[in-house]
Every structure is written in structure tokens, then in C-alpha cells.
């Protein structure tokens, strides 16, 4: 699969002009502005011993100089699966997230920061079980958020989960947990000094909506 790219311009969502890298496998591009003539995209990419069944996921990240697009090199968290889905920006750089899976410890979430010129991955606190991710990414002036799930062992429910922090120091936010079945959040924005996150509850077999807002 290759990756194609939209642009917004007065009003309309349109086609290209530019044309993306291959991913070498089923990436799923997310597009991000920085400034304008400078955009990122990011996913998930597979090597080319994956297309034979012998890798597995690695992060993907791609830069709009205005110009062309450009494949940069991301590290990766483990030896499994890792994936990008969302990226924001700030004063203090680049921020994407996503998950690192692996068969023999589980999955965690993953935050990578782009800063003086390269990728690094950023140390995160213990979230509520092994298995893991993050959805959503924002950045407000002086913090940054991520919001996605973790598998509660007792419950065997998904609960929501959120990460505050910056370019060095992450904390969890305990936020709350309206179904009585499974709670995801899959999206969050910075407005001002408030984060809002999105996502669905099961109200016992019944999903719905829910929307959490926090004053930074």
C-alpha cells in the first residue's frame, strides 16, 4: 500500500500536491502541521522481511519540507511491533504516540519526541497493566497529553488511560471510568489551558460517547 495525502486550503479537503514515500507494507499515515510549508506524517510501517512474514511493524515517520516528502528514522521500543498514531507540536518539539507490542511482555504505550535534529524515546511511568496503548496526542503551551487504553486484570475491561508530561518527566492522570464494561478513549485536543479527550463506554453492551475535559 502506498500512503496518499490530503491538504485543507479555503474550505476543501483535496488530493495531494505531493506525493508520499512507500511504506513497504500497510502504514496508515496521520497527517500533522508544524508550521506552514513543514508538515509530518507518521504510522506504522513494515520492513521488507515483513513482506516474507519475517519482521514486525516498525514506526513510520515521514517530513514535508515544502517541497517533498522524506522517510525519517524513528527508534523503536522493542523488538516487536511498534506503531505510531497520533503527533503533536509544541515549544519543546515533536511529540508522537502510539504502542510497542511484544508477545512475551505485553504491550506498552510509546512516546517518541523529535528534538535538535533526531528521534528519542521518552521514559514513561507504569499504566495500569501490561497491556497497553495510546491513541491521542496534544500539546498545550506547557504540557503535553496522551489518552488511550489498558487492559484492568481484574475486570479483563478496557480502562481509559492518560499520560501527562513534557520533554522529560511523565506522569498518569486518573481520570474517570462511566461504563460499566469496556472504557476507550481514542482522541484528545489542547483548547487554551483545557484537554479535551473522546472516546465510548459500554453502558453493558451498550456503547456511547463520553467526552472528558481537564484545566491544565
Same mark, same amino acid.
Given at each position: 500500500?502506498?500512503?496518499?495525502?490530503?491538504?485543507?486550503?479555503?474550505?476543501?479537503?483535496?488530493?495531494?500536491?505531493?506525493?508520499?514515500?512507500?511504506?513497504?507494507?500497510?502504514?496508515?499515515?496521520?497527517?500533522?502541521?508544524?508550521?506552514?510549508?513543514?508538515?509530518?506524517?507518521?504510522?506504522?510501517?513494515?520492513?521488507?522481511?515483513?513482506?516474507?512474514?519475517?519482521?514486525?511493524?516498525?514506526?513510520?515517520?515521514?517530513?514535508?519540507?515544502?517541497?517533498?516528502?522524506?522517510?525519517?528514522?524513528?527508534?523503536?521500543?522493542? *523488538?516487536?511491533?511498534?506503531?505510531?498514531?497520533? &503527533?503533536?507540536?509544541?515549544?519543546?518539539? &515533536?511529540?508522537?504516540?502510539?504502542?510497542?507490542?511484544?508477545?512475551?511482555?505485553?504491550?506498552?504505550?510509546?512516546?517518541?519526541?523529535?528534538?535538535?535534529?533526531?528521534?528519542?524515546?521518552?521514559?514513561?511511568?507504569?499504566?495500569?497493566?501490561?497491556?497497553?496503548?495510546?491513541?491521542?496526542?496534544?500539546?498545550? *503551551?506547557?504540557?503535553?497529553?496522551? &489518552?488511550?487504553?489498558?487492559?484492568?486484570?481484574?475486570?479483563?475491561?478496557?480502562?481509559?488511560?492518560?499520560?501527562?508530561?513534557?520533554?522529560?518527566?511523565?506522569?498518569?492522570?486518573?481520570?474517570?471510568?462511566?461504563?460499566?464494561?469496556?472504557?476507550?478513549?481514542?482522541?484528545?485536543?489542547?483548547?487554551?489551558?483545557?484537554?479535551?479527550?473522546?472516546?465510548?463506554?459500554?453502558?453493558?453492551?451498550?456503547?456511547?460517547?463520553?467526552?472528558?475535559?481537564?484545566?491544565?
Amino acid at each position: 500500500m502506498r500512503p496518499s495525502g490530503l491538504w485543507w486550503n479555503t474550505g476543501t479537503a483535496r488530493h495531494g500536491p505531493w506525493s508520499l514515500p512507500p511504506t513497504r507494507g500497510g502504514g496508515q499515515p496521520l497527517l500533522r502541521r508544524d508550521s506552514p510549508g513543514t508538515e509530518r506524517c507518521l504510522g506504522s510501517r513494515q520492513t521488507h522481511q515483513r513482506l516474507t512474514g519475517a519482521a514486525p511493524d516498525q514506526p513510520l515517520v515521514e517530513h514535508w519540507n515544502g517541497t517533498a516528502w522524506s522517510v525519517v528514522s524513528t527508534p523503536s521500543l522493542a *523488538a516487536g511491533t511498534n506503531a505510531l498514531y497520533s &503527533v503533536t507540536v509544541n515549544k519543546d518539539g &515533536v511529540f508522537a504516540a502510539g504502542e510497542s507490542d511484544d508477545e512475551f511482555s505485553g504491550a506498552h504505550p510509546l512516546v517518541e519526541r523529535f528534538s535538535a535534529g533526531s528521534w528519542s524515546i521518552l521514559n514513561l511511568p507504569e499504566a495500569g497493566s501490561i497491556w497497553t496503548n495510546l491513541r491521542g496526542i496534544a500539546a498545550g *503551551a506547557d504540557s503535553v497529553w496522551a &489518552v488511550g487504553t489498558f487492559l484492568d486484570p481484574a475486570s479483563g475491561n478496557q480502562q481509559t488511560l492518560t499520560l501527562r508530561g513534557d520533554s522529560s518527566i511523565w506522569t498518569v492522570v486518573n481520570g474517570p471510568n462511566p461504563g460499566s464494561g469496556n472504557n476507550v478513549l481514542g482522541g484528545v485536543a489542547a483548547v487554551g489551558d483545557q484537554f479535551w479527550a473522546a472516546g465510548l463506554d459500554d453502558q453493558g453492551g451498550s456503547n456511547q460517547t463520553f467526552i472528558e475535559r481537564h484545566s491544565a
